[in-house]
Structure formats: structure tokens, C-alpha cells
């Protein structure tokens, strides 16, 4: 069975507690994503969103406003995976080592969850 560390993303467009509000949405703008993940010591703290721009003046820092991470372990099914995201409109979800170390490892989006299955039904034809 496939596992969702099979079909991770490295994500590189990230920012960090101490990004700023005003560098961040910059970042999103610039990207076309729908949330950069928030990293500090390799950890993932949490997600800043375009719903979070302007929330905390130019000067802000996204620490201040960053929503509580969702992600997705390593070691989960891509077909528990695909409920998750379906179940909550996600069209891409961060991806840690495990809920309690939460070491951010990259992303999974839909695309790429179209694509392995794709791969998975070209190679059982063969």
C-alpha cells in the first residue's frame, strides 16, 4: 500500500514565526499557494493563509497571527490521505514525521495525489 511519504512534495516557499505579515503575503502572491507552512527548528508551528494578510499591520509578525497547523503523518495510506483532504476541502496539506515530533517533511497536494494513482493504474495494466 502506498504511503503518503511515497508521493511528498519538498515544498520550498515557507516562512517562519518572524516572518513578517506584509513579507509573507508577498510570498503567497508571488507562489499562487494557498497557505505557506510555518517552520521554526524544522517543526511545523503552524500555516499563514491570504486570510491572515493585514491582520496584525504591515509591521506584524505572522507568530501573531498563523492559524494551528493541519497536517498529515508520513506513514498514513494515500487512500486515507484522499478522505482527509476531501473530507476538508483541502487542496494541499503539509506533511510531518509524526503528530508528536511534527519534523515538517514537505506537502501532498491533490495533483500529486491524481498523479500517483495515475502511476499506480499504468503500472498494474503492465
Not at 26 to 31: A, D, P
Not at 78 to 92: C, D, E
Amino acid at each position: 500500500m502506498e504511503k503518503v511519504n511515497d508521493i511528498l512534495e519538498r515544498q520550498m516557499v515557507l516562512a517562519n514565526p518572524n516572518t513578517t505579515v506584509e513579507a509573507a503575503s508577498k510570498l503567497l502572491e508571488r507562489s499562487s499557494l494557498p497557505f505557506l507552512p510555518v517552520i521554526e527548528e524544522g517543526k511545523l508551528v503552524g500555516v499563514f493563509s491570504g486570510q491572515q494578510r493585514g491582520k496584525e499591520g504591515k509591521n506584524g509578525k505572522v507568530a501573531g497571527v498563523m492559524k494551528r497547523p493541519f497536517f498529515i503523518e508520513k506513514g498514513k495510506s494515500v487512500n486515507y490521505a484522499v478522505k482527509y483532504m476531501l473530507a476538508r476541502n483541502l487542496t494541499r496539506i503539509p506533511v510531518v514525521d509524526s503528530a508528536i515530533a511534527m519534523h515538517y517533511l514537505g506537502v501532498i497536494s491533490s495533483s500529486g495525489l491524481i498523479r500517483a494513482k495515475r502511476q499506480k493504474k499504468e503500472k498494474t495494466k503492465r
